[in-house]
């Protein structure tokens, strides 16, 4: 049972990014095209995998590789868009619980799996979760669903394309290396827009020591938590479907950090607490992980 505490801890930790994100875009780094041009460069670091299991792509692989890794970059600036203007604990749940009704529908087409009944039971649920969860004043700006449902959608895409890489190879390391390039590619393309440049030098040449404490910790967690959770996976038998559906706890974990620093932080986080609307978020929270564990079993 060693697989459930770190599944429990990879979700938790990755509560802890998503949080991070919101408190840096929100104090630290403002502008969401460079906050996504970091993480992007970040993210090209993981070449140091490729001595442990390169295998040479065909030029349809790079291709699909690339394209996925371009479009988690794209997905990743208009969620922080999204995040910026917001609460966190409505805006990640809305655009997760959104992704597999992307997700599925694609992988029947593309790679021909089975979606089954259960995804109408689990589109309703997601669905009106959704609803709720961004019903009422809060603190978003215009348009933050909106962007929130595009961000779903891309994500979504690059997902399915990451898997008919993973497919087409047959292999981890190399395709996953790869759409991080593939994620460069999309950085450089923010980078030659003058206004992300400029404030992109002022940032690498100004850089705040808590700005980039907290820019550690959150990508550290983040990491750690994609890792985790597939060395769970890995150790594990036929229980990937319940570390799926514990996905879930990342929602809860996220609502209870958000509940504890909202106090000390209103002006950064500007996530409405409210008794009523605690409870809004909560039976909208449920929902969305109802949802996903229809679909995960």
Known sequence: MFWLPLTILSYALNAVAL????????????????????????????????????????????????????????????????????????????????????????????????????????????????????????????????LSVISAIIFGVSLVLSKFAFDLQGSFITPFVMTRVGGLFFALLLLAIPANFRFFVAEAKNPETQTGTLLILGQTAGALAVVLVNLAIAISHNVTAIINALQGLQYVFLLAIVAVLAKKFPKVLHEQMSRQVLWQKIVATVLIIAGLVVLAF
């Open 19 to 146: 949080v991070t994100d919101k408190f840096l875009l929100t104090k630290k780094i403002p502008n969401p095209a460079v906050y996504t041009i970091i993480i992007s460069l970040l993210g090209v670091l993981s070449v140091v995998l490729l001595p442990f299991g390169w295998s040479p792509p065909t030029g349809f692989e790079l291709l699909v590789e690339l394209a996925a890794g371009f479009l988690f970059g794209l997905a990743l600036l208009v969620m922080f868009e999204a995040l910026s203007r917001g609460e966190a604990s409505r805006v990640i749940p809305f655009i997760n619980g959104l992704q597999p009704l992307v997700i599925l529908p694609l992988v029947w087409l593309l790679i021909g799996e089975e979606i089954g009944g259960k995804f109408l039971w689990a589109f309703i649920l997601i669905i009106i979760g959704s609803v709720l969860i961004t019903w009422g004043k809060g603190q978003a700006q215009k348009g933050t669903y909106l």
